[in-house]
């Protein structure tokens, strides 16, 4: 490999300060390993937080909203010939159903964004076992199209999936009821609607999300259990469950769902924008622990090279006299600072992997978390390391400047 | 014979600590491969007018003409080149950059500029190292040998690029009898073997006179040449 000039008086000037280098580079060490462990266990806990969200909510739900009352029977009664005015109009409780909801699930399965659909109707029943009662909510669904979406299979307890969609008249219970009710896989529950209609339902499966008002509420049962329960036919569907590839951009596809079918879509953000806030503050809290790192890094190879050109400033003099332009002086003392800048960050990168590593494996043992969430991203890792040279380069810059305007006769002649 | 320094009415001025004229109109030429020594007592303005010469300090008034290029008026980046390829200087200490080899103290102003491999420059550093009777040195470091020593590998260092003038300020003042001898035979060598131009601010008398000819100078002025 072929090393320029300046590139050789910076090394050696770096080697043969070792300690002074050693120094910048540890501060600049330490910041980038801050970096990469906040940003770690930031975007752990936020994966985590998400993934809890996105297991109970599908990224879109599309459903069929009350609609405010229009003009448009007035219109087809009265004709154009006057202008017809709602005044104060309401909304009209109408049927909730999704009409015709296998041609709109044939629709959206032809969007090439849409990854999963699940299509389900839900029932507030009162679950009762012998004389003691217990509010919830029944979802009737096929199992196996939510188990796509929300992982199902995985907070299974007792029994299995698969057995709820061989039996008809089965449910799948949440830990926190079966408790309640003291069942377990075999027993039976009867299941009471608004309306007074109820089913006996034989439990094959207990699930447990860590979530308690989930696991004491929730039950999942086949799509006809739930329609009988509500006295409706067939064809009656309430909620259409989308995932989509880039869940991030949820709302805007949700967007383009509502044209096309003409329903309301919720996409996951709009229905946790609590949660949402949690994740900015946690990320401004991160990045002004990291700048500030950065920052008091920065000043570390500030000083350093400030010192450094203090103590050559003969030797400054010196190369310019003897044909060094300012920019090789500049060029010199950058590639310096850029030298401590990218020892300090390798090792910064390693460093920080440690402790993330070493954290990862901390045991917390609440709800659903066993371990520390935190995630291991090759980008934090690049964006450190770019972090720490453009430190490095930001810090040595300043310096650099001020070396390469040494006057060598000033300091040659004393 | 071509002329290889013309200097036309040089004023110089030092504002602090307060307005001082330094030099006072100062014209002569020096031929190429003269070799030419600069006497006068302290403070008589000899070493601010070589280190005028020298292209390092810009700050006079007068115009300049070095090897035929008009020297007053240039960029600091373009001196600083021509000083590279043209200027070889030496100081009276030896100013060699500690960290580094004699022989890569040597070698640094050949990388600069950048005109030959790495291996020929090596090659001709070690060339004037021996020259100069300190080849043994090479690869010690440069704060490692002796006075004497150390100014022959700073003198090895003048001489990397083949520069045409040759200046010195005082290049003798740090040494004894016999290191002085030893690098004034080298500068006349240079001079009339190679047809280098030596300039040099001495107070060694004996040194100025064996030069081809002496710039005297008293407060400012060039009293005798």
Redesign the interface.
Known sequence: MKIG?NT??AF??LV?RRKQTIVAALGVTFGISMFIFMNALITGTNEYSEDTMLNTTPHIRLYHDNELSNGRMLNRFAGNKTINLISNPQLVPGDNRIVNPDAVTSLLKQRNDVTALSQQVSANVIYSNSSVQENGNIFGVNILEQNKMFDIASTIMAGSLKSLSENANAIIIGAGLAQRLNLSKGDYIKVTASNGASKSLQVVGIFKTTIKSIDNTKTYCNIPIVQQLLQKDRAYITDIYINVKDYYNAPAIGKSIEQLTGYTAEAWQSSNEQSLAGKKIRDIIANSVVITILIVAGFGIYNILNMVIYEKI??IA???????????VVGIFIRQAMLIGFIGAMAGLAFGWLISWTVSKMYIGLGNVTYLPIAFHVKHYIQGGLFGMATAFFAGYIPAVKASKVD??QI??G | MAIALEANNINKYFMTPEKFHALKGISFKINQGEFVSITGKSGCGKSTMLYILSTMDTDYEGSLQLNNQTITGQKQNHLAAFRNEHIGFIFQFHYLLPDFSCLKNVMIPALRLGRLSREEIEHNAYEKLKLLDVGGQALKAASRISGGQQQRVAIARALINEPSIIMGDEPTGNLDSRNTAVVFDMFRKLASGYNKTIIAVTHDNDFAHKSDRIIEMMDGKIIAQ
């Open positions: 000039i050789e008086i050696t000037y043969s003969k030797e010196i190369l310019k006299a003897t044909g060094f332009q300012g920019a090789h060598p006769v040659i002649r």
